[in-house]
């Protein structure tokens, strides 16, 4: 069941999709309080061995309880653990103990999610304007619970299926060339690839929907001799427009209004890091949908999908605060040799310049003719941005799904592309960051999404990425990202490509089971990755597992995510197959019972665990998604003594949008003495 309570006027953030009848009072077991400057608390008792998920991508645990959260992410927003909040606004929890609910607060800005930090057993929500939309959610177990939150924001987004490939990026393939040899030496080291990513090198002069032709000479042609070679090309796209006065794009939004403005009506300027730019005014339907057309013009040149950046602005300063600070740091009085108390304002005054407070506030949307402070608009902007790109996607290309990542979004985003987490580092407890983030991204309905595997900033060690491909087989989204100072970390250029290149391939054997699961996540409002705690909500130990994770419907993982180790301890909510994966025909398996184990895992290895009664589907691996055979699977199975098993396939042509037919969908049993038969005859399996 859903209910929803209203305080004050809410600002319209458009991310739910079912129009809920308001109650009255308020939420059971909420404490409601407003304060003195028009603020509101609504608390709740925190009880003993009750967990909380959800909020997004945020840093620190799977479970949330004893931290302050705040829906606030601004530029320079690492994954640092003192963090309190990440690029993803998503504010909604779900609790599990003696009762399981969920709530959602529908605000765009100014909630803080005091989480049992200030008092271990109260968790505090507090606006600072007291206007929300409260929604509280009720089922019989998280994943009903899930599923409330789910009906009530929409249906999550599908890409086509080549982005379930393996997708190699890095800041700095700076020309066709660069990227050509990216496909030659992936193919050399015989590594699958479905996706090469351009990142901002491609553009001319870092404009958006330009194309440098000195590097990329004839990119259409370029463009179509990657697909030949079975790979797709993702474009970036920034939100800011760097201001030019020849710039077709810049001048019709200009003459149009579409741009952000100032407090007196001007384009607003930010200074972004690839130059000044002005701000398509998101908000403004028309200014969004015309933003979205032109992403025609990249279509034109062979791009197949989109990487939605910036979109939390990522602004510096505005020329308004950079004046302010030359002036100071011009002064005469100012000597030259600073006294402390110099140093420390002008430390200050630096550091305020990004202060986001300050530049927000000077920045305004249009929203139905009205000035609206994106002080409220900051966190929308991204959903609106995917919005009207998806929005043109649907008019250009109606019956294809369109590949596209955002990295800000508030709630809502989640029905109109994927999501990748932002600027990571390559360090070990990033790998486990990873881990825990797909947890609530998944509660989020953010199905198609990932962590740039290896990590983005830093420097990336062989055995770092080995660990974290290994979890990244799992990750909808599975692509290998890194800045343009870091050491290269594409996986040839380590020692043991060999390693790698049968890890990726494991991805491709797992596509059956990978693409079925995902899409029945999508189409049933549930979740692709699980807590333990999701599907064993009595067993304490499950809900005190924070480093496994249940994928769909058949399987627990157990990623090391730690150096120099060959084993870990693994905790079995219930008996279990071990699957210990090196390659499709490369593996061993073994019985065990419920409790915990150190478990061996080496460099190269993958645990599996099959629950009982369920089978797990797999198929040799290809060179690319488009190349793989799923009509002849190999089907892993535990069965109880004397049962049989189920298993429930979806495939279809992974490129159309009519996702719900019939006759994508299969049975495949197994009976008690293990005799494999599927509901089709194009199925032929085989037991492993
Ligand atoms: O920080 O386009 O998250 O993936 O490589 C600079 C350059 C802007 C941030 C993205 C990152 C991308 C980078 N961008």
């Given at each position: 069941m859903i209910f929803r309570y209203r305080y004050g006027t809410p600002f319209p953030?458009?991310?739910?999709?079912l129009e809920v009848p308001l109650e009255t009072g308020n939420p059971p077991g909420f404490q409601v309080q407003r304060t003195a400057e028009g603020g509101l608390s609504l608390s709740a008792r925190l009880h003993a061995g009750e967990v909380l998920c959800g909020l997004g991508e945020n840093v620190r645990g799977i479970n949330r309880r004893g931290w302050i959260f705040e829906n606030n992410p601004m530029l320079g927003n690492a994954h640092a653990e003192s963090r309190p909040s990440r690029f993803t606004v998503q504010n909604a929890l779900i609790a599990v103990g003696k009762n399981c609910y969920g709530f959602f607060v529908?605000?765009?800005?100014?909630i803080t999610f005091d989480l049992g930090c200030t008092d271990p057993e109260v968790m505090c929500i507090c606006s600072e304007d007291g206007n929300l939309d409260f929604y509280l959610f009720t089922g019989d177990t998280p994943v009903e619970v899930v599923r409330e939150l789910r009906r009530l924001i929409g249906r999550s987004y599908v890409p086509p299926k080549w982005a379930f490939g393996y997708g190699q990026n890095r800041w700095r393939y700076h020309s066709a060339e660069d990227v050509r040899t990216v496909a030659d030496r992936m193919k050399e080291a015989g590594i699958p690839l479905d996706a090469i990513y351009l990142d901002i090198d491609y553009m001319k002069d870092y404009q958006d929907f330009t194309v440098d032709e000195d590097r990329f000479p004839d990119m259409p042609a370029f463009a179509k001799e990657m697909r030949e070679r079975g790979i797709h090309l993702v474009a970036i796209v920034d939100s800011g427009m760097i201001i030019k006065e020849d710039d077709p794009v810049c001048r019709e939004g200009i003459e149009k209004g579409y741009f952000c403005k100032d407090e007196t009506g001007k384009e607003f300027i930010g200074a972004a890091w690839t130059g000044n730019v002005y701000l398509p005014d998101m908000l403004n339907p028309e200014a969004r949908n015309w933003f979205g057309r032109q992403y025609q013009k990249l279509m034109d040149q062979g791009i197949d999908g989109f990487w939605n950046d910036t979109?939390?602005?990522?602004?510096?300063?505005?020329p308004e605060q950079r004046k302010k600070i030359m002036t100071v740091f011009g002064?005469?009085?100012?000597?030259?040799?600073?006294d402390g108390d110099d140093y420390f304002h002008l430390l200050d005054l630096c550091r305020k310049m990004q202060s986001a407070d300050r530049l927000y506030k000077d920045i305004y949307h249009n929203v139905n003719g009205k000035k609206v402070s994106h002080r409220l608009g900051h966190n929308l902007y991204g959903l609106h941005m995917m919005r009207g790109v998806a929005r043109a996607m649907q008019e250009l290309v109606p019956e294809r799904r369109v590949m596209q990542l955002a990295k800000i979004s508030y709630y809502g985003t989640h029905r109109y592309g994927g999501t990748w987490t932002g600027d990571n580092s390559s360090w070990w407890s990033h790998l486990l960051l990873n881990i825990h983030q797909m947890v609530s991204l998944n509660v989020a309905g953010s199905l198609y999404s990932g962590g740039n595997i290896g990590g983005f900033n830093e420097n990336c060690t062989h055995d770092l990425l080995q660990r974290w491909l290994e979890f990244g087989?799992?990750?909808?989204?599975m692509r290998n990202h890194s800045t343009k100072t870091s050491r290269r970390q594409e996986p040839y250029e380590f020692r043991h490509s060999a390693l790698y290149a049968r890890t990726i391939a494991l991805r491709y054997s797992l596509i059956p089971y990978i693409y079925s699961e995902f899409m029945k996540a999508v189409l049933e409002d549930g979740m692709y990755f699980r807590p333990l705690v999701f599907d064993y909500p009595e067993d304490e130990k499950a809900a005190e597992t924070e480093d496994q994770l249940m994928v769909g419907s058949s399987i627990m993982i157990a990623p090391v995510y730690q150096p120099n180790t060959n084993s870990r301890n693994v905790y079995l909510p219930e008996p279990m197959k071990l699957l210990r994966l090196r390659a499709f025909d490369d593996y061993d398996m073994e019985d065990l019972p419920q409790g915990d184990r150190r478990i061996s895992c080496a460099l190269g290895e993958i645990l599996v665990f099959l629950k009982q009664n369920c089978l797990l589907p797999m198929c040799p691996p290809a060179a690319n998604i488009a190349s793989l055979d799923e009509r002849h699977l190999k089907v892993f199975a535990n069965l109880r003594r004397g049962e049989g098993a189920e298993y429930c396939l979806y495939q279809d042509?992974?490129?159309?949008?009519?996702?719900?037919?019939?006759?994508?969908f299969h049975r495949l049993y197994c009976d008690a003495y293990g005799w494999l038969s599927a509901d089709t005859e194009e199925l032929t399996l085989e037991k492993a």
């Open positions: 953030t458009e991310a739910v999709v529908d605000a765009p800005a100014g979109n939390d602005l990522s602004l510096f300063y505005s002064s005469p009085t100012l000597s030259m040799q600073l087989v799992f990750m909808p989204l042509d992974g490129e159309t949008k009519e996702l719900n037919r019939p006759e994508h």
